[in-house]
């Protein structure tokens, strides 16, 4: 569940570690130095319209879209022909298809969502990223015990795996991140109901920041909700913790290395 204020965010130790570091020489790129951070965006996490909202608008129009389909081709006259019944057949499931296609708008249009709310950070970013893919995903307490569901999470965001310096930057709605391999000190698969990720623990300055990177895996939630279906869950993957894997040149998780 996203904090009110950045004081009781669990990210706010590593943001005055960061605001401490940036606040007597800010660099033209702040991804040329040598240290990991994390910078606020605003004045609170979560401020005004976003994208769980969005999301939301998104699953109030599918089901009233579907309701209407149904009351569309509830007109329809029964044994009247096809001109007196026609309009209504058209437009009743045209409604209901509309309807279905708003559940998995969020997800085909991720990068478009991300694009808008993020706005020119998001762009840079992906000139960085060059032919490299951006992952749109969310960003999360590590700890599990603190995870709820929320309209609003932590922070949206945009993620690249930066491999040739053994880097992740990830430009968010709430903050921006840059977490190098040398400030890690875990990670870990990261899975809560259907989001898989990555658990990331970091030092930034002398603040821990534990946070995990995840999205939804819809096959991961079809076997969950499916049970007969379990035949599938091997080919569930986890591809944001494989990436932050090979970014940070981790064979294992290192919380295994450790034993």
């Keep these: 569940m996203a904090a009110k204020d950045w004081e009781s965010d669990f990210r706010y130790a590593a943001i005055q570690q960061s605001l401490a570091y940036f606040q007597d020489d800010v660099p033209d790129d702040i991804y040329d130095v040598q240290r990991s951070f994390c910078l606020p965006i605003a004045a609170r996490p979560v401020i005004g319209f976003s994208p769980g909202k969005l999301i939301l608008v998104f699953l109030v129009?599918?089901?009233?879209?579907?309701?209407?389909?149904?009351?569309?081709?509830s007109l329809a006259k029964d044994g009247g022909t096809f001109l007196e019944c026609g309009i209504f057949y058209v437009i009743g499931p045209m409604c209901s298809l509309t309807?279905?296609?708003c559940f998995f708008a969020p997800v085909l249009f991720s990068k478009q969502i991300a694009a808008w709310f993020i706005g020119p950070r998001y762009r840079e970013?992906?000139?960085?990223?060059?032919?490299?893919?951006l992952l749109i995903t969310e960003v999360s307490d590590g700890d599990l015990s603190k995870q709820k569901l929320s309209i609003d999470g932590d922070d949206y965001v945009a993620v690249f795996f930066d491999e040739s310096?053994?880097?992740?930057?990830?430009?968010?709605?709430s903050a921006r991140y840059q977490i190098r391999c040398e400030d890690i000190e875990l990670v870990e698969p990261f899975v809560f109901?259907?989001?898989?990720?990555?658990r990331i623990n970091c030092r930034v300055g002398e603040a821990q920041l534990s946070f995990a990177v995840a999205?939804?895996?819809?096959?991961?939630e079809l076997t969950r909700q499916?049970?007969?279906?379990?035949?599938?869950?091997?080919?569930?993957?986890?591809?944001?913790?494989?990436a932050t894997q090979r970014t940070l040149s981790v064979r294992q998780p290192i919380a295994e290395l450790s034993r």
């Design 61 to 73: 129009l599918g089901f009233a879209l579907l309701g209407a389909g149904v009351f569309v081709l």
């Design 99 to 101: 309807g279905m296609l």
């Design 125 to 133: 970013l992906k000139t960085r990223a060059g032919e490299a893919k």
């Design 165 to 173: 310096n053994r880097r992740i930057l990830i430009e968010g709605i």
């Design 193 to 198: 109901l259907n989001y898989l990720g990555a």
């Design 215 to 220: 999205s939804v895996s819809m096959l991961f």
């Design 226 to 242: 499916v049970p007969v279906l379990f035949f599938l869950k091997r080919w569930v993957k986890n591809p944001i913790f494989t």
